[in-house]
């Protein structure tokens, strides 16, 4: 019974796997957007807390706090919420650093995981299907006792899928390092930011 499955599976072909392929991509590119424009939103902020804060060093905690409550992005609210404890002193503010990076790390990189799933997988699924199209076009030939131009027609038509797996796999692994090493930036960034501000609150104590 198991054999006689696997055997109406080989003879599908790949033609699902290629629709499989394409509805991947389609959530792939609605993915990459949504990031991409949350990242330029989120480098735009850093990049004005940053001009704004940078002017503010050397002048009152209090005062650097307010201009971090300003900024709705990562950075401002990795800040923010660590200057929160600035009162108690270095300590908690560099452990609330730590925590609240690590949390905004998790929102930056949410659906890079899709993307780098499929970046690595679609090739592979694509290549699922080139197996399923020519065993489908080996069959077909046994079958019909035609000459080899059905094989060379099945083959060429199972190709397909690889071609469409390298095509949803390529900008997806793209994608998937750029934003990478954007999100790496953006808290990198912040971090300085941050460590700035514990030398200065360490100073004063």
């Known amino acids: 019974m198991r054999l006689e499955v696997l055997k109406a599976?080989?003879?599908?072909?790949?033609?699902?796997?290629?629709?499989a392929l394409l509805?991947?991509?389609?959530?792939?590119?609605?993915?990459?957007?949504?990031r991409?424009?949350?990242?330029f939103r989120e480098e735009k902020s850093f990049n004005e807390l940053r001009c704004a804060l940078m002017g503010q060093l050397g002048g009152e905690i209090g005062a650097i706090e307010k201009t971090a409550r300003k900024y709705e992005g990562a950075a401002g609210t990795i800040l923010k919420t660590a200057l929160a404890q600035a009162s108690h002193g270095a300590a908690g503010v560099e452990d609330l650093l730590v925590a609240a990076s690590l949390e905004e790390k998790g929102r930056l990189e949410r659906r890079l995981l899709l993307l780098g799933t499929l970046g690595n997988n679609a090739p592979f699924v694509g290549l699922f299907g080139t197996v399923l199209g020519v065993i489908k076009a080996f069959h077909d030939l046994s079958q019909?006792?035609?000459?080899p131009e059905v094989v060379m027609q099945g083959l060429s038509e199972a190709l397909i899928a690889t071609a469409?797996?390298?095509?949803?796999?390529?900008?997806?692994?793209?994608?998937?390092?750029?934003?990478q090493k954007k999100v790496k930036e953006l808290?990198?960034?912040?971090?300085?930011?941050?460590?700035?501000?514990?030398?200065?609150?360490?100073t004063r104590r």
Do not use: H, K
């Open 9 to 19: 599976l080989a003879l599908t072909g790949g033609d699902w796997v290629i629709w």
């Open 23 to 34: 509805l991947s991509s389609v959530v792939a590119i609605a993915a990459i957007i949504e």
């Open 36 to 39: 991409g424009m949350l990242l």
């Open 144 to 147: 019909s006792g035609a000459g």
């Open 164 to 179: 469409v797996g390298l095509f949803v796999a390529i900008p997806c692994v793209i994608s998937y390092n750029y934003f």
């Open 187 to 202: 808290l990198a960034g912040t971090e300085s930011l941050g460590r700035f501000i514990l030398a200065q609150i360490r």
